[in-house]
């Protein structure tokens, strides 16, 4: 019941943030310290999946050297925010030090920054028009 | 990239004619109000070469011996760390604290010339700032025009706090994240020191703690955590042990005592408030909660025991032991207010003093009897500063601590050294005067076997009248006699805070 909920709400999310037509959006990554392990990047759709988590698609990407892109298809045009991180050792988690502190690279779309903690979907949020789109992430 | 006032400056004068002209006569007068207030008190206030920048290639010069000689059994390598970098792109930062770290050696060899070298530590931090020109991350106490955002607390990691060596290796030390390791012969730096998975990142504060037997202990805050991280180093330089401990409130701890049983700390009652930016700002005076001490057992580190003091704030601790009965005897700089770290070294970037922010610290002893009972004595006959003990009794029942010293009416730093005997109360002082800032002493022991106090103090300080940095050798025993040796520099380096002494 919690799963069909979550998902008709993602759904209608995801439709409120499209406009007309269809997107594409390739992302590249630059500033990558180590070779190896995966990317897991998260597409978000709106402010409130943000905040809770819930991505609209979402990838594992091979890292293989200190740069790669990857794209997401069939995308309604619309507003969006990302999330990444470099799962370094591919435990598909986020490795964090005693105190709770992310020690895996970690970045947001526009290369936005938290303070004490994530960014903000505000400083996060980037628009996909529909046709091709492109968005560069520096994980230095 | 914009042209920065300076650089113009630096393109005229190479244009010719510039030569002798000022800033402002090319109505280029400083946009940001802190340092163009920085600049008006440079221009007639030696105390503000101690808060001005340091050359970002480092510095490298031969002393001169001013009078008197090494004495023969010390040498070694005085190594300090300070901030020494504090504005860049026309921008001055807003608190002391803030400037990046550089890491001097001072060589002391008898029969040779005294040298001093420094370098900045290479911080991913400096790194980053050196390559765009401008100041990218917030610190401590500022927020810099258009920073970023922070990914983890080693991005905005100054190491400008202290030093020590640790297996071989020099480490830049910083309260609120890793240590950053150096060659200690070349001061090139290494990068963050790493203890083990789960460990990058974490704070390792810049006051560990070396048993006579070599163990180190270290300690970081979580303020907004209530909680410590605790290192227990072996003296091999391996990793014994780091854990986190909760329910120490989030006051902000600088330093700490160990005896030989426990771990001892002080929480002043400048107290975790909520996040804000400039990092500082989290921190709100609280003195209607006590000044809670917490000591942690060695072995056992869920066993404590605790005290509530009336409130206070302290950055420094001499020395603390503990007797059969459990009772802890600990020496600190304390203050009734936070009023400096807050204020005062705020008001160090404009070049200002005020006497209501200056720091106010003096020496107190005080006793923590079993059952939460307790009782302090205050030495009331001068303000007092970067206490320290002959190293060789940390953790053990010792009678001297040895600080800088200034009196009630006397503003921008400390002009005396202060033997203080805690068991007569008896102190040996030597007054510098008027032009000379005196810095952190050093005890160095005269030998391995001898007595408490038996040894030589060093210090640097920075001699306003000569516009230099100096430093001062004393025969620990007696301060009153004044230095047995001086040395200078051809410039004056900005104030440091902590050093540590490396025997060659």
Redesign the interface.
Known sequence: MITISTLVLAAATALTAAQDGEAELTVSVTGIQQAGGQLVVGLFASSEDWEAGRSAAGQFVPVDGDSVSFTFDELPAGTYGIKLYHDVDGDGEMDTNLMGIPTEPFAFSNNARGRFGPASWDDAVFTIEPGSNAHALDLR | MQTSRREMLSMLAAAGGAAGLSGPAFGLLSTDPVLAAFEAAAANDPWTLGMADAPAEGRDAVAERLHGRLPSGLSGVLHRNGPARFTRNDWRYRHWFDGDGMVHAWRLTPGEPVTHQARFVETRKWLAEEDAGRFLM?TFGSVPPDS??????DYMNAANTSVMMIDGALMALWEGGSAWELDPDTLESRGAKIWGE??????FSAHPKVDPDGTIWNFGQ?P??D?L?LWHIGADGQLRR???VGDVPGGMIHDFAVTDRSLVFLVGNLMWDR?R?PYLDSFAWDDSRAMRVVAIDKADWSQRRVWDLPPGFLFHIGGAWEEADGTIRVDAALSDNARFATEGARDAMRGHVRPETDSTSRMRLITLRPGGRFEQAEFADSYAEFPQIDPRFTGLERRFTWHVGWSDNQLRGASQLVRRDLASGETRRFDFGDDIVVEEPLFIPASDRAQEGAGWLVHTALNKRARASELHVFDARRVDDGPVGSWRLPYANPYGFHGCWRSL
């Open positions: 917030p970023q955002g922070m990914r983890g607390p789960g460990l990058a990142g974490l704070p979580a907004m955590q909680a991280v780091a854990d986190m996040a930016l």
